[in-house]
């Protein structure tokens, strides 16, 4: 039994010995690999920006707001005439409408105090169906944007830090992001909300893909404000360092 066991044995050896021979040029290709694989991996940590940034709800409010008269019927003696229509501009003193009271015979004008464009909606909610709104738009040039964020992180906010806002009715993947800087902090807390102001690059509102977009009476959308911009190599030995 041990004289049919001695052959394997050496053909064993023999197998190892092949089998350990790894050619020298693998050695050299593997470890150029693992070289450049270094390499690729230093210059991505070391250029690929990872900032750190706070989440916020934006406010972007035109400075001419809309002005509206509501008209309503409460008595039966009450009758209006409408003035304006639908698309209709105006301009400051006009009358949109007079009211008239059967009882008394007297008449009720009703003065535009801005200039715009008149829109009329019909009725007020589901038990006011036969009201209406009329609604004066001033054309606006000009917006305020207020930025709303929680206290995690809230003392890092500083003038001058850069935002970026996604509008609700604008969708970002469509029309691109507002980009701004923060312009004052409020010192106070309203709603336990800190509270702050963009001011954007242009007077304008124009988006990161050079989109402009209408100045509309209120839009609100979320905001990220960018602390620092600091690269994955700076995160990682930023404190060694």
């Not at 150029?32 to 940034?53: E, H, K, N, Q, W």
């Not at 304008?204 to 989109?211: A, D, F, V």
């Not at 609100?220 to 994955?232: A, F, K, M, P």
Request: charged share 20%; hydrophobic share 40%; with cysteine.
């Amino acid at each position: 039994m041990p004289h049919n066991q001695q052959p394997l044995e050496i053909r064993s050896n023999e197998m190892e010995e092949i089998i350990g021979q790894v050619p020298h040029w693998i050695v050299r290709w593997g470890i150029c690999v693992l070289f450049s694989v270094a390499i690729i991996g230093i210059v991505i940590i070391r250029y690929v920006r990872y900032p750190d940034i706070i989440a916020a709800k934006v406010l972007l409010q035109a400075k001419q707001q809309p002005g509206k008269v509501t008209v309503r019927r409460v008595d039966a003696s009450q009758e209006f005439k409408l003035l304006v229509g639908e698309g209709q501009m105006v301009v400051k003193g006009d009358t949109l409408l007079v009211r008239s009271d059967t009882k008394t015979g007297l008449k009720y004008p009703v003065i535009t105090p801005m200039a715009g464009k008149i829109y009329i909606s019909n009725g007020i909610d589901n038990k006011n169906t036969l009201d209406y709104v009329i609604w004066v738009v001033p054309k606006t040039s000009s917006f305020d944007i207020k930025i709303n964020y929680g206290s995690k992180g809230a003392g890092n906010v500083r003038v001058g830090q850069q935002v970026k806002i996604d509008l609700y009715d604008y969708p970002n993947n469509q029309y691109g992001f507002l980009e701004g800087t923060i312009s004052s902090i409020l010192p106070v807390q309203l709603n336990d909300l800190h509270q702050g102001y963009v001011k954007l690059a242009s007077a304008k509102l124009i988006t990161s893909n050079r989109t402009e977009l209408p100045i509309l009476p209120t839009m609100q959308g979320d905001g990220e404000i960018l602390l620092n911009d600091r690269s994955i190599f700076e995160r990682i030995f930023g404190s060694l360092l």
